[in-house]
């Protein structure tokens, strides 16, 4: 399994765009990159999956180059909601595969959004 | 639309006392996990299943016992209470097929071991 590794924390003001990169240099053919959010005493939510290139939501963006060894995700002018951790994970989700879909997380960012 | 659902959300126990957490999920996922998460840290992956009959061990499986009898419940087992097992449990579910096919979470369990 592919393990990530990103920045324990980051800090930004409300209305900045904050780019939160994770590293994952033996991330395998089959592995998609996924990104959650966690806010205290609450479970992770998904915010945002990709393969390769960029993925848009509503939420973030996604860009991963074409080596796939990083990503990074995009927060457009985040706010004091927006502080939360974020956690990167790489898994294989391969349709039909058998796989296991096992996904490890790693200690996340911890992102403060200070008015 | 209920989706993953712990209980209880709360408890304490004695040391060497026994309990099991409780997960279902009514999306009629395939695949359930169940992770802990210890204050300021990341989650760690105790156990996980693949389907009804079938489950795996995790990262930190020691201590922990599960069972998959239906596609619904994912249910986790603490047979001797330890403190080291004082931590936040998430119980999460997904399908399998390849992109935009995220872990859905539950609330979590907060278990203190006394």
């Known amino acids: 399994l592919a393990k990530t590794t990103q920045p324990i924390s980051m800090d930004s003001y409300e209305g900045q765009e904050v780019n939160i990169t994770c590293s994952h240099n033996n991330i395998a053919t089959n592995d998609y990159i996924t990104w959650y959010q966690q806010f205290p005493s609450q479970g992770p939510r998904f915010i945002i999956q990709?393969?390769?290139t960029k993925v848009t939501n509503e939420v973030a963006s996604l860009f991963i180059p074409a080596d796939r060894k990083s990503s990074t995700l995009s927060l457009p002018r985040v706010s004091l909601s927006d502080t939360a951790v974020y956690y990167c994970l790489v898994g294989d989700l391969e349709r039909g595969s058998g796989n296991t879909g096992k996904l490890i997380f790693g200690q996340g960012t911890t992102l403060q959004v200070k008015p | 639309n209920a989706g993953v659902t712990q209980t209880p959300k709360f408890r304490i126990l004695k040391i060497g006392q026994s309990m099991t957490l409780q997960c279902t999920q009514d999306m009629n996922h395939n695949y359930m996990y169940w992770y802990r998460q210890d204050p300021g840290m990341g989650l760690k992956l105790i156990y996980y299943s693949v389907g009804a009959g079938i489950t795996d061990k995790g990262e930190v499986p020691n201590g922990y016992n599960v069972s998959r009898s239906t596609t619904e419940d994912f249910p986790l087992r603490l047979e001797l209470a330890a403190p080291s097992q004082t931590s936040v449990y998430f119980c999460?579910?997904?399908?399998?097929?390849?992109?935009?096919?995220?872990?859905?979470f539950g609330d979590g369990t907060r278990l203190s071991i006394l």
């Open positions: 999460a579910s997904n399908s399998p097929g390849g992109k935009d096919q995220p872990q859905h």
């Open positions: 990709g393969y390769k």
